[in-house]
């Protein structure tokens, strides 16, 4: 309804500077003070932080004006309903702070990315207390995900949804639990900071050059055709082998799966080598196998990868491109620990 | 900046709680406000909860300036002003009013149950009654819950939103009544502002015709109670003398400005014993404190006795007031005064009622004396067809006249101000007082109940050395009226034949305990100032209550309260309690003072520890056994007993 004249801009602008720096230095002091938390964290009341929200401060301030009228008119009726609002202040304090004391935080786990999208992270908080839990919302760099009252007993998984900008490990190095329950006077929250992470593949590019079609892929094909592979024994069946292959009859023999294994499959598949990469930089190579393993994967072929220093035989299923794409999205990468934050 | 003022509907699980805790908080407002202030609140909320239904977007910005705007002008043009509790409070129903209207986003409603907040409060400035404090809880539950449901989740039951509150409520109550008792009261406000006091107050005028008096003994309104420290006077001897009025035009009596008169107390001698009360006066917005007969001693501050022997307070008396008096019946009252002071009791326009004149003068020769004289007139009234009345005839120019010849009909007022002029008419001083006379004993306060229906008038005549002397016509017509009272002769069947009729019996008790609960709050819970709660901190052990000693222990117990209450809350919340089986289970572990893996089982922990301890392989393995089964095993009691016995011999 009212605008701020211009040349007060400033002030809130100033006061955000301060409360950023405010931020800033107490996270930083949580940090040192509470440490590297556990992925399975109980919240003590010790890491329980509270403070009055701008509601709370105006709150208070229409009671101290509500005190001076009761003195001033010595009207007891209107210093009963002070004093209630007193105590009622006190109660949402405690309340608040209390709502998220005991609270089980588990790492639930994290789906691996493509840099660019989100990484998920799942973050499960349950409430084994008596007592229901109100309004407990996540939150990561002050915005706040998702908010969920606990019933007692209820354990729910929370997303908190980190960006990835480039491939390799995604760290979640703090996020936060709030509550502003009962009344919004007060917001108190807990900082966890877990040793937890995810992974970001390379971005697969768009338009990629065909992938080198080697005439083994295509000899593979044709061989497959004919019925004319060297038969050359049977292995453990693993999550990912085509069904075609399963040995089907020892199957119903023995109760075990087993996939039969041909002489030279591994030359009947294509290779992704990342030397034949037509790109300079690594950064690009690596965006183009990632698309060609992802292109691949989708059809169901066979392919193998190879990187300098790290070699994947040709396989297919979601074990095998997942070893791949991680290898990818950890290429060249220093295994950093997780202590550079600020 | 264009802001979109479409509804999407999410207001409907908090927005109706809103407006209905603000209703609520208007309601005690409602007789005190302009009749369309209530109509623009009703049509606001309505013409809103619908918007939010119909998905309709809010008036525009434009329209919304414009209602304000006329609402601004309406209250300036009601009341002339804008401060006050009158105005105010219909300021802040106005802005309500508008701000529903406005209101789109949850937050808004911040704003609304704030205004919520302050009107129950200037209600409260306003009249606190017994049933206030339950009143004002509720409302605050009301706000509270729609608090929670402003912040909370949209798809709580509405009941246990208000379980919630109710909950946080109970939790404040010790707090607030701690706070309450403790918190250190002064007498003297820092600044003064009018309350509003424009609800007419029943009672005494300083004026009085005709008929004044008699419009009065219908209502019930309670004027003060009185608490005897000794013995209740005798009906007869309980004259509450107000305010005395010395002028008369011919038609009415009128009193002189209160003022204060240096060495008044000296002009009264007091003799036999002293009656020791305490009055709660109500409110009446004038300046007369009524006293038994003539106070002696009192206690009630900016308060001194005037010319005319009665008790006269330099700020009109706004609220409710508790003073203690000490009051003699057996006195004389000025007995010598100027001659100047005495014309003025002698006063009688000239040629107004001629005929009482006359009919006075020739009382007065036939009687011989001045003492014999007033016994005539008193006989007079007496022996000759004279009524008492509560709806006398109307009187014409000569009232006095049209009285005493004609109608023979009427009330204390007739009969006082009849037996005055014919005083005056011979030269003998009298002047008509106005006060209460008698009242009713509540036996269950113990206390006396004088209420506007016991409003009387009678007459003091004056003779040199003797002074002031009360002579009360009336009791010469109705001496029931005097020996038992108003109430008592009311159901006394006395009553009925002056107009008066009463209620049923058992309405007439739960009246009177009504009002000895009213008596019993208006003492304790409004009237708990500085003096009460220095006694009551006198008697809990407090030696000389200081501000400073109050504020300490009011620290003090509020945060032991405030612990007390942490320590629910812990409680409440607490994680569910280990098993009896874990307990001893660690303590097994603590004795080995090897650490358990994550996720090792007791059986890989046994294996590990194995030989490694001081203790015997085969106590580890019943240990381990023993836990095992009553963990895991279903239902067996004895298999704790077991762990117990193994866990204590694992040594």
Known sequence: MFSIPWRYRRLPRLLQTFQGFATRRARRWARKRQGTDSTTTRLTARRVYILPTSVGLVFALTTFAMLLGSMNYNNNLSFVLTFFLVGLGFVSMHTCQRNLVGLQVNFAGVEPVFAGQAAQFEIAISNDSKSPRSRIGLYLDGITTEIHDLEPGESRVFVVPVPTDCRGRVPLYRFGIRTLFPFEFFRSWAWIHMDIHGIAYPAPVDIAPRPPASQMALGHRQHDERGEEDFAGLRRFVIGDSPRNVAWKAYARSDQLLSKRFAGADTSSQWFDFDDVEAADVEDRLSILTRWVVDADRASEDYGLRLPGVEFPPAHGEAHRRRCLEALALFGLIEEAAANDG | ?651
């Open chain 2, 1 to 651: 900046m264009a802001k979109a003022r479409g509804t999407d509907g999410s207001l409907l699980h908090s927005l109706p709680w809103t407006m209905a805790s603000l209703a609520i908080a208007l309601l005690p407002h409602v007789p005190y406000l302009p009749f369309w202030v209530t109509i623009a609140f009703i049509g606001c909320s309505v013409w809103r909860y619908s918007i939010e239904t119909r998905r309709a977007p809010v008036p525009s910005t434009w329209f919304r300036a414009f209602l304000a705007m006329l609402c601004f002008l309406g209250i300036l043009a009601t009341y002339d002003t804008i401060s006050g509790v009158g105005p105010g409070s219909a300021l802040l129903a106005t802005m309500a009013a508008l701000k529903i209207l406005e209101t789109r986003r949850l937050r808004d409603q911040f704003v609304l149950l704030f205004i919520a907040i302050f009107l129950v409060m200037s209600s409260l400035l306003r009249e606190q009654y017994l049933w206030s404090l339950p009143y004002l809880v509720a409302t605050l539950l009301f706000i509270m819950t729609a608090w929670l449901r402003m912040s909370g989740n949209p798809r709580q039951p509405v009941r246990t939103s208000f379980r919630t509150s109710g909950r946080m409520l109970a939790y404040a109550a010790p707090i607030a009544i701690a706070m309450w008792i403790l918190f250190p009261r002064i007498s003297t406000p820092f600044w003064s502002v009018p309350i509003d006091t424009s609800s007419g107050v029943t009672g005494l005028s300083d004026r009085m015709s005709p008929g004044d008096i008699s419009s009065l003994s219908l209502s019930n309104a309670v004027a003060f109670r009185a608490r005897f420290d000794g013995p209740v006077p005798a009906g007869r001897d309980l004259y509450w003398r107000a305010l005395v009025l010395p002028r008369f035009n011919g038609r009415s009596w009128a009193a002189w400005e209160p003022t204060f008169r240096a060495g008044a107390e000296e002009q009264v001698a007091v003799r036999g014993d002293a009656y020791r009360y305490q009055v709660t006066l109500e409110p009446t917005n004038q300046q007369w404190v009524p006293a038994l007969e003539v106070p002696y001693e009192w206690d009630l501050d900016h308060t001194s006795m005037g010319r005319m022997q009665t008790l006269n307070r330099v700020y009109p008396i706004d609220q409710r007031m508790r003073y203690t008096v000490e009051s003699f019946i057996d006195y004389r009252a000025e007995p010598y005064m100027a001659n100047g002071m005495r014309r003025w009791f002698l006063g009688v326009p000239e040629g107004s009622n001629p005929r009482t004149a006359e009919l006075a003068q020739a009382m007065h020769d036939e009687a011989g004396s001045d003492q014999e004289f007033i016994r005539a007139v008193l006989r007079k009234f007496h022996e000759e067809e004279f009524f008492y009345t509560l709806e006398p005839p109307q009187l014409g120019s000569d009232p006095v006249d049209g009285f005493l010849f004609d109608t023979r009909r009427g009330f204390c007022e007739h009969y006082a101000s009849a037996f005055s002029v014919m005083m005056r008419s011979v030269g003998i001083p009298s002047r008509i007082v106005i006060g209460y006379q008698g009242g009713e004993y509540n036996p269950r306060g113990e206390y006396l109940i004088v209420r506007q229906a016991d409003a009387h008038a009678w007459t003091e005549v004056w003779f040199e050395g003797i002074g002031w002397q009360r002579v009360d016509p009336t009791a010469a017509v109705a001496p029931e009226r005097i020996e038992m009272g108003i109430a008592e002769s009311m159901f006394d069947g006395i009553g009925e034949a002056w107009g008066l009729s009463a209620p049923a019996e058992w309405l007439h008790q739960a009246t009177l305990a009504w009002d000895a609960l009213n008596a019993r709050w208006n003492e304790w819970v409004l009237g708990y100032g500085p003096t009460t709660q220095e006694a009551l901190m006198n008697s809990l052990g407090m030696e000389e209550p200081s501000w400073r000693k109050l504020m300490l222990t009011l620290v003090a117990v509020v945060a032991g309260l405030t612990l007390l209450l942490s320590g629910i809350l812990m409680l409440r919340f607490r994680p569910p309690p280990k098993d009896r089986a874990t307990v001893l289970y660690r303590r097994f572990v603590k004795r080995t003072g090897v650490e358990p893996r994550r996720g090792e089982t007791p059986d890989a922990f046994a294996a590990r520890i194995a030989g490694g301890t001081g203790i015997a392989e085969a106590a580890i393995a019943k240990v381990t056994s023993a836990y095992l089964r009553a963990r895991y095993a279903e239902s067996d009691p004895a298999s704790l007993d077991e762990l117990e016995t193994a866990v204590r011999a694992a040594r």
